[in-house]
């Protein structure tokens, strides 16, 4: 028998259902060639062969992150920028003395912060125009709500992009206009906020903006990220770094005013990979644009995120716009992913996908739905009809549960919150996302919350709604590669797939699941190559 080049010795929890758990695994030239019993594998030990005994540890598939924006995260999370987010200043006298600190320090260069969020950093001040010509009168200034939905800039901004009250507003996204018509400093959604971000957009210094990333998604285990916002204008960029990746990459092109993109579906290798098509309905919850049926509270909360009592929010694109974009893309045998978090805006994009599947049948269409907060009972159960899959943001309920409930939109609706047992129980193979940099990229966390549903405040939301254990782990894990069409390769521990592997301190199925979050990642390896190590 050859050599391997690596043998894992220990608890190996596979995510294969013909063989769930093994004693070890072999690997040889980045692919497993053998899981079984200890001595099975011990057979593969030669020479130069390295040999890791996880001893009280646990091997598991590397982790998924199945609705990611690590190439926007890159950046936003650069020392470009400011990072103001709740993750990592929680008192608004924090952030606005960051915010004030980072405008000195940049002067004419221009200050950029990222991760506003009056929901939980409380007290922030109203960020009028005003307010932010005031912090900075001669510097320019955009600052990014947390949602990644909403940007808030100054007049040295405007004038530097050439904004007027005149401008208009771009498909699918918005400026914000005061009673007189005149710009007040806001820009909704990705088309406004972009053009606003150009400044911190330097092709020079992304590759080592993008090896910290990978540095970050692997201390959190993760080697497979999507990027759900996929700018195709960085594939030269990205192609260039292939080989120094620590993790793969598949890629959901944002779709154009043209409905066209330059490549095929499936384009790319095993590292990177360009896999469909990013479209949207709505926006986000915290600033009052998803589309519901049911109305947001009349609470200091929906005021302080500047949303009229009473108000069911709004859809960003038609279903005669959302017809036309998937119309153009589906036929050439693209798969879409579509942000929606309105239950509202959830049966416009079933009715849109339901007609374009009657047109152009597709047997393995993997179509998704992306965050879908607010989706009902019978609308999974249409989505599993229809082969639709969920990608569920659950980590929302750690962060905002309570605000959801309380604040937001109250028990009937809030307590039911990315309902993930729903999902499963009607037949839908689920992934967990983080929708990082909106929050850390923490897919053990996911793991604990869809299992335990336990809000800030300690509160069980819904607990009809929990899932497994070991459902969570397959939704981190196998199911979120299937969505990204590379279940053949990454995704379970199995002979022949790439050696994608987390090494953890634990088996997340013997600790109570509400301490899943806190076991250590001990290291992460792609290909059978160690790429972190605590």
Not at 13 to 31: F, I
Not at 95 to 109: C, F, N, P
Not at 310 to 324: F, I, M, P, W
């Amino acid at each position: 028998m050859p050599a391997a080049d690596l043998v894992m010795l220990g608890n190996v929890v596979t995510v294969n259902d013909n063989q769930p758990t093994a004693e070890g695994l072999a690997v040889t030239d980045g692919r497993i060639v053998a899981v079984g019993d200890r001595a099975e594998c011990e057979q593969w030990i030669g020479p130069d062969t390295r040999v890791v005994d996880v001893g009280d540890g646990c091997v598991l598939p590397g982790l998924i992150e199945a609705h990611g924006h690590p190439v926007m995260e890159a950046i936003m999370l650069s020392d470009r920028t400011v990072d103001i987010r709740p993750v990592t200043l929680r008192s608004a006298e924090e952030v606005v003395a960051a915010i004030r600190k980072e405008v000195e320090l940049r002067g004419a260069d221009g200050a950029y912060a990222v991760g506003w969020d009056a929901l939980l950093q409380r007290g922030l001040p109203e960020p009028s125009l005003a307010w932010l010509d005031e912090m900075a009168p001669d510097t320019p200034l955009v600052i990014m709500h947390n949602s990644g939905h909403l940007a808030y800039f100054n007049s040295v901004v405007a004038r530097q992009t050439g904004l007027t009250r005149d401008t208009p507003d771009p498909k699918g996204a918005a400026y914000g206009h005061d009673a007189n018509g005149d710009l007040d400093g806001t820009a909704f959604e990705t088309a406004a906020v972009f053009p606003l971000l150009t400044p911190v957009l330097d092709p020079a210094t992304f590759p080592q903006h993008l090896r910290a990333e990978g540095a970050r998604l692997n201390r959190a285990g993760i080697t497979t990220c999507s990027e759900m916002a996929f700018d195709p204008a960085l594939r030269p960029l990205l192609e260039q770094m292939r080989d120094e990746m620590t993790w793969r990459l598949r890629a959901y092109e944002v779709s154009n005013p043209e409905m066209h993109t330059d490549v095929t579906p499936g384009y790319g290798d095993d590292v990177f990979r360009q896999v469909g098509i990013k479209i949207w309905v709505d926006g986000s919850p915290w600033i009052g644009n998803i589309d519901l049926s049911f109305p947001y509270l009349d609470t200091d909360d929906v005021r302080t995120i500047g949303v009229q009592p009473g108000s069911c929010g709004h859809a960003n694109y038609t279903k005669d716009q959302l017809r036309e974009i998937v119309g153009a893309y589906f036929p050439k045998g693209w798969p879409m992913a579509c942000h929606v978090q309105g239950d509202a805006g959830v049966d416009t994009i079933l009715d849109v996908y339901e007609e374009v599947l009657r047109a152009h049948p597709r047997p393995d269409h993997r179509l998704r739905l992306e965050h879908v907060g607010a989706m009902r009972p019978e609308q999974f159960r249409r989505a599993a009809e229809l082969g639709v899959t969920c990608s569920i943001f659950v980590d929302q309920i750690h962060y905002w549960g309570d605000v959801i409930v309380d604040g937001l939109f109250g028990p009937e609706h809030g307590e039911t919150w990315m309902a993930a047992g729903t999902a499963v129980a009607s037949g839908i193979r689920i992934s967990l996302h983080n929708d990082p940099p909106v929050t850390p990229e923490e897919p053990l966390r996911n793991i604990s919350v869809a299992a335990t549903r336990i809000a800030p405040s300690g509160k069980v939301m819904a607990p009809e709604e929990r899932i497994s254990v070991d459902q969570a782990i397959r939704a981190q894990t196998i199911d979120a590669a299937w969505q990204l069409f590379s279940e053949d390769i990454i995704g379970s521990i199995e002979v022949g797939k790439y050696a994608d592997l987390v090494v953890l301190s634990a088996d997340p199925r013997s600790v109570p699941p509400e301490t899943i979050a806190d076991l250590e990642v001990r290291a992460t390896y792609l290909a059978g190559k160690e790429v972190y190590a605590a």
